[in-house]
C-alpha cells in the first residue's frame, strides 16, 4: 500500500446511493401495523412501561402536526422541539420535517439543567413555532414568558392534535439541499451554534451509519442518548425512519438511575444498535449488581457504539470483563468517531471490534505516532476510531493545511454529503470551520469544501486514531500534553479522586509562561471533612510529575459535581478553568492590589 493511500484510510467504501428525504421513508411505511417506536416509561412503572406506535398510527399521528404546523408558519421557518424524550418528541421533529419547516431538536425546560443552552438557541433561531407536549406545555409556555427569548406565534402540544387535522393534507415537495434542522452544539466555549443540517445531509449519514453496521428492518435501535443530542437524534430517531427498524427508548434519566435498563434493552430485543459515550460503559460496569445480572443475555447485541468522548482501552477491557459472561461479545463494541457538524457519524470500528495501539508518549508530544508495545512504560495505549464509509477523511496540518503523512498527527477534517452547510446566521464562523482548503492535494483528494473538525488525529495502519482537542491542547517547552491524558494519571492517583471527574487544563503565569493545571472531584463516597486534602494534592502532583514531566501549576479539589460538563456530558475544560482558576486569579490579583494599595498609604 503507497503512503497515499495509507493516509487516506485506504479511502472510504460505499458509494451514497440516490436517497430521498427522510419522511418519505415514513410515507412508505405508512400502511404498517409493525412496531416503530417504543418509549420505555420508568417513571410510571419501575420496569418500563412500553408506550408503543405503529408505523401507520405515527404517520398520520406526524401529518396532523404538519397540517397544523402550516396554519402558523410557512416552509423554511424554524419550528422548535421542545418536548420531554417521549414518542411526542418523535412526532413532533418528524411533523416539523414533513411540514417543509426547519426543526430545532432541543429539550423540555424541565428536564435539563442546561437552561442557558435552551435560552440561546431559541434567541438564536427565533423559532415561530414551539412544539411541546400536554405534561410539558406550562413550562414551556413558562419559558416563552419569563425568559429573554422571541416570543413564538403558537406554542401547539402534539398529543393535543385532533388526527383528522391530517387528513387531505399535501405535505411541501422539500428540497433535498435545504436545511431539514438545526443541530446546535454544546458551546463549552463559545455561545451554541446552530449547525445547519440539510435533508440530504441527514439522509446521507443515516445511510453511512446504517449501512456501516449494517441495520436493516429486522434490527432494534435501543439507547438512552438524548434527542437533542446528534448521536440519539440520528441513532434512536432518524435511522429508524430511513431503515425501518424498531426504535427502543428512554430518557437519560431513567439510564442513570438504573443502569441496568440499558443492558436489558440489549437482552430483551433481536439485533440491538445501541450507543453511549465512554463514561456510561464504566458507570454501567461499576454500578450494575450481581443481583441484577440474572437472566441477562447480552448476546443480541450486535453493536454498541463507544463514541462522543475519549474512548479508554480500560474501559473496553472492563465492561468485556463483567458482562461478556452474559453473552456480550468483544467484537460487538465499536469505537467509532463523529461530530454534529458532519450531522454525527464519520468513522466506525467494523466487525474486528476495538483495535487498541501503544503510541510513544514523547513523539506524540512532537506530532509523531511511533508504535509501542500497549502497556509498555510511556506508552500511550489509543483506541481506533475506525474508518469512514461514503465520505473522505483527511488530516492536515493545521497551519500549513498541507496533507499529513501516516503516523502523523495532525486536525481531522471531514469532506462529503453529510457534512453541514455551516452555522445558523454566522457567515464568518462558517467559513473558518466549515470552507477549508487543502494546499497541494493530490489527485483522490478535492481541494475545497473541507470541514475542519477541531480533533487532533493520525492515520495508522488505514484506521483514525483520535489523539484530543485543538482548543484543549496544553503545550510546555514546545512540547505537548494531552489533557485526557492527565486527567488519566490524575484519576488513578489517589482513591480519594471521583473517576471520569477530572479537568485538566492550560494555565499562564506572569514570568512563567504555560503551565498545567487541574480540578477534580471528590468520590461521592469521600467525606472531605475526613480526608488529608494535602495528602491528595502531593500524589497528584507526584503522579503527574513522574507520567508526564509535568510540574502543575495548581490541584484544585471540589465536591462532587463540581466540574462542569457540556450539555453531551463531556467535561468542559475551559468552563472549568474560568469557574476555579480564571476566578481564583482575579480574587487573588485583587487582593494582592489591596494589599499594595494599604501600604502604599501607611508609607505616605
Not at 173 to 183: G, K, M, S, T
Not at 266 to 273: A, K, Q
Not at 551 to 571: A, D, E, F, M
Amino acid at each position: 500500500m503507497s503512503l497515499a493511500d495509507r493516509r487516506h484510510f485506504s479511502e472510504p467504501d460505499g458509494v451514497v446511493p440516490t436517497l430521498r428525504p427522510l419522511t418519505a421513508y415514513l410515507a412508505e411505511r405508512a400502511g404498517s401495523t409493525r412496531p416503530a417506536f417504543t418509549h420505555l416509561d420508568h417513571a410510571s412503572d419501575r420496569d418500563g412501561f412500553r408506550h408503543t406506535v405503529t408505523w401507520a398510527e405515527l404517520a398520520r399521528r406526524v401529518r396532523a402536526v404538519a397540517a397544523e404546523i402550516t396554519r402558523t408558519t410557512t416552509p423554511g421557518q424554524r419550528v422548535a422541539v421542545l418536548a420531554p424524550q417521549d414518542l411526542g418528541y418523535v412526532t413532533a421533529f418528524l411533523g416539523a420535517l414533513h411540514a417543509g419547516t426547519i426543526a430545532v431538536p432541543l429539550f423540555a425546560p424541565e428536564v435539563s439543567q442546561h437552561g442557558g443552552r435552551l435560552v440561546n438557541a431559541l434567541a438564536d433561531c427565533a423559532p415561530e413555532v414551539w412544539l411541546t407536549t400536554e405534561p410539558a406545555f406550562d413550562s414551556v409556555r413558562a419559558l416563552a414568558e419569563q425568559q429573554p427569548v422571541p416570543m413564538p406565534k403558537s406554542i401547539l402540544a402534539v398529543d393535543r392534535v385532533d388526527l383528522a387535522a391530517g387528513e387531505g393534507f399535501s405535505a411541501p415537495e422539500v428540497d433535498l439541499d435545504a436545511p431539514a434542522y438545526l443541530q446546535y452544539t454544546s458551546g463549552s466555549t463559545r455561545d451554541p451554534a446552530g449547525a445547519v443540517i440539510t435533508h440530504r445531509a441527514v439522509v446521507t449519514n443515516t445511510w453511512q451509519g446504517g449501512s456501516a453496521y449494517g441495520v436493516d428492518d429486522t434490527w432494534t435501535c435501543a439507547g438512552w442518548i438524548p434527542f437533542f443530542h446528534d448521536m440519539g437524534l440520528v441513532q434512536l430517531l432518524c435511522l429508524p425512519v430511513f431503515s425501518g427498524a424498531h426504535s427502543v427508548f428512554m430518557t437519560p434519566f431513567d439510564f442513570i438511575m438504573r443502569p441496568v435498563r440499558w443492558l436489558r434493552q440489549m437482552s430483551e430485543h433481536p439485533n440491538v444498535f445501541t450507543a453511549a459515550p465512554n463514561f456510561a460503559f464504566d458507570y454501567t460496569a461499576r454500578k450494575v449488581k450481581e443481583a441484577d445480572r440474572a437472566g441477562l443475555d447480552l448476546a443480541n447485541a450486535n453493536v454498541v457504539i463507544n463514541g462522543s468522548e475519549p474512548v479508554r482501552p480500560d474501559t473496553i477491557a472492563r465492561f468485556l470483563a463483567e458482562f461478556g459472561p452474559y453473552g456480550f461479545r468483544a467484537e460487538a463494541h465499536r469505537p467509532s468517531y463523529g461530530l454534529a457538524e458532519a450531522t454525527v457519524f464519520v468513522t466506525n470500528t467494523r466487525d474486528e471490534g476495538p483495535t487498541i495501539t501503544g503510541f510513544d508518549r514523547a513523539a506524540l508530544g512532537a506530532d509523531r505516532g511511533v508504535t509501542v508495545p500497549a502497556g509498555s512504560p510511556g506508552a500511550v495505549d489509543l483506541v481506533a476510531a475506525g474508518r469512514p464509509h461514503g465520505q473522505l477523511v483527511r488530516i492536515v496540518h493545521p497551519r500549513h493545511r498541507t496533507l499529513c503523512a501516516e503516523d502523523e498527527v495532525g486536525e481531522i477534517w471531514v469532506h462529503g454529503p453529510n457534512v453541514a452547510d455551516g452555522y445558523w446566521q454566522q457567515p464568518e464562523r462558517s467559513a473558518e470551520t466549515f470552507g477549508a482548503t487543502i494546499e497541494d492535494p493530490d489527485a483522490d483528494t478535492p481541494a475545497t469544501g473541507w470541514l475542519r473538525t477541531g480533533d487532533l488525529g493520525l492515520c495508522h495502519d488505514g484506521l483514525l486514531y483520535v489523539t484530543g482537542r485543538m482548543k484543549d491542547l496544553i503545550i510546555i517547552d514546545g512540547k505537548n500534553h494531552y489533557p485526557q491524558d492527565i486527567e488519566a494519571t490524575v484519576q488513578d492517583a489517589h482513591p480519594a479522586i471521583r473517576r471520569d471527574h477530572v479537568a485538566a487544563f492550560a494555565v499562564s503565569s506572569p514570568g512563567q509562561g504555560e503551565g498545567a493545571a487541574v480540578v477534580a472531584e471528590y468520590r461521592r463516597q469521600a467525606d472531605p471533612t475526613q480526608v488529608d486534602e494535602e495528602e491528595i494534592v502531593r500524589a497528584v502532583r507526584r503522579a503527574v510529575s513522574a507520567e508526564h514531566d509535568v510540574r502543575l501549576r495548581g490541584v484544585i479539589l471540589v465536591r462532587p459535581g463540581g466540574v462542569p460538563r457540556t450539555s453531551s456530558g463531556k467535561i468542559a475544560r475551559a468552563a472549568t478553568r474560568r469557574r476555579y482558576w480564571d476566578d481564583q486569579q482575579r480574587v487573588d490579583q485583587q487582593r494582592d492590589d489591596q494589599r499594595r494599595d494599604d501600604r502604599g498609604r501607611r508609607e505616605r
